[in-house]
């Protein structure tokens, strides 16, 4: 290949990196940014956590139906439409954002921004698996995956920034300048290609999976509202377990599935979801417990909540390069294990914290959660794919994925509704106890993910 030739390929690759980098980043950080406002957008439109926490669960569980449908929206739009109007939906989630009038509509919001997040994040590495070749793609992904990571840990301390100077709705308008750069960069760096034989869409089985989701979602929050032995709650439980049941039968018998469900039969993959289930539950619960914790219990403004976490989120992006490397050297259980045991210990710490618990030891707690974190992702999406080939090796990043983003909205709804509960039973002076038994359950939860965590790497197809 003369040196032309090769400027030519290395210009391509820098602009479709500065594309795919500047969309999905904004979008990326979405999904953290508005953690630190909770406080002010509660006491704002007066709602309790049992309904605030739509506006995390709403997004990540979009995030999750949306993110099964990639392949088919590039295949029948190619990047670049689907890269622009992904794009330009979550700019207008991002305005419709920053004018919410009320609870519904910042939901519906979030639901917007979440749904585009999902079509974005995998269609970036779509976009960078096109465009460098494969003994490159390996540093690529570090580097944008590095990008990625490290986008969540800024958010919170500069949305704790924004909140403070200019309130919380100024968090919303952040990522607008940076889409309407992505979708100028994507007109003339992203290719306009389709597919040519166009597979049908999997419409009843995401039909099926957001009707399910939706009503197992509202079952806790049903529960505390109405009480757990109400005759609506079980009409509510009923329907998200026909539509659940529905969904999977379907799946099982559609030729062009939206979750290959076989991938489940494969007992490293199963045990590796069990992980990745429990992982967003660690991730995202976390996520939305400690910055509401520091302001509400140890009076942090919402700058040095964000500030708190921003170490954590460095952390976290250091220790997935790292465990990338040991992936490569240890088996993947030993290290999966190691990180879910730090993470509980981390979470276990945070159930003992009070309103005198030093900032830097928080941090540093926090520190310990993420690094554990870090270091089993890499292992984990190994230990995955280990006994896959094929077309089921093609579906298992999107299945994990989506397993990961689905233990998040599990997460953060349980959490949010058991913490509202516990709020009321405790009161104001012992607050802290509804906190402490919430980051105790998280304990409880990668504690029982260490099982099945300690077997993936045994069994082999």
């Not at 002010?40 to 139906?65: C, K, N, P, Y």
């Not at 190691?338 to 509980?344: R, S």
């Not at 077309?391 to 509704?417: C, D, I, K, M, P």
């Not at 002076?429 to 359950?441: G, T």
Request: glycine content about 10%.
């Amino acid at each position: 290949m003369s040196a032309r030739k090769r400027g030519d390929h290395m210009s391509e690759r820098v602009r479709v990196v500065a594309t795919v980098m500047i969309g999905t980043i904004s979008t990326v950080l979405a999904a953290t940014i508005v953690n630190v406002a909770f406080p002010a957008i509660m006491r704002e439109l007066d709602v309790g956590h049992d309904t605030l926490q739509w506006v995390s669960t709403a997004f990540l569980a979009a995030t999750a139906t949306t993110m099964l449908g990639t392949a088919w929206s590039i295949e029948t739009w190619g990047e670049r439409r689907t890269f622009i109007t992904a794009l330009a939906l979550f700019l207008a989630g991002s305005a419709l954002g920053a004018l919410a009038w009320n609870a519904t509509s910042l939901i519906a919001a979030r639901t917007l921004q979440g749904a585009t997040t999902g079509v974005l994040q995998p269609l970036a590495m779509v976009a960078l698996f096109r465009v460098f070749p494969v003994e490159e793609r390996g540093r690529a992904m570090g580097l944008y995956g590095f990008g990625i990571v490290l986008a969540p840990a800024i958010g919170p301390a500069l949305g704790g920034a924004l909140v403070d100077a200019f309130g919380w709705r100024s968090i919303f308008l952040l990522p607008i300048p940076f889409c309407v750069a992505g979708i100028a960069l994507a007109m003339f760096t992203l290719p306009d290609t389709r597919g040519r034989v166009r597979q049908p869409f999997d419409w009843r089985g995401t039909l099926l999976l957001i009707g399910g989701l939706i009503a197992l979602l509202n079952v806790t929050a049903a529960g505390h509202r109405m009480g757990w032995l109400s005759p609506a709650l079980f009409g509510i439980a009923g329907v998200g377990i026909g539509l659940s049941l529905a969904f999977v039968a379907w799946e099982n018998r559609a030729g062009t599935p939206l979750l290959m469900l076989s991938l489940f039969r494969h007992r490293p993959f199963a045990r590796a979801s069990i992980v990745s289930f429990a992982y967003g539950i660690g991730l995202f619960g976390t996520t939305y417990l400690v910055p509401v914790f520091v302001q509400d219990i140890a009076a942090y403004n919402a700058s040095r909540a964000g500030y708190l976490l921003l170490p954590p989120g460095i952390a976290l992006a250091l220790a997935i390069i790292a465990g990338g490397r040991l992936a490569d050297r240890i088996e993947p259980r030993f290290i999966i294990v190691a990180g879910l045991v730090l993470f509980a210990s981390s979470s276990l710490l945070l159930a003992f914290a009070g309103a005198a618990t030093g900032f830097w030891l928080l941090t540093a707690w926090l520190v310990v959660g993420r690094a554990g974190l870090g270091m089993l992702i890499p292992a984990l999406n190994v230990g995955a794919v280990a006994s896959l080939s094929g077309t089921e090796l093609a579906y298992a990043s999107s299945s994990v994925n989506f397993v990961r983003q689905l233990g998040g909205a599990v997460g953060v709804n349980v959490l949010a509704v058991l913490l509202e509960w516990r709020l009321g039973v405790y009161g104001l002076a012992n607050a802290a106890r509804a906190f402490h038994e919430c980051f105790a359950l998280v304990t409880l939860a990668f504690a029982v993910a260490i099982m099945p965590a300690w077997s993936i790497g045994k069994t082999r197809r």
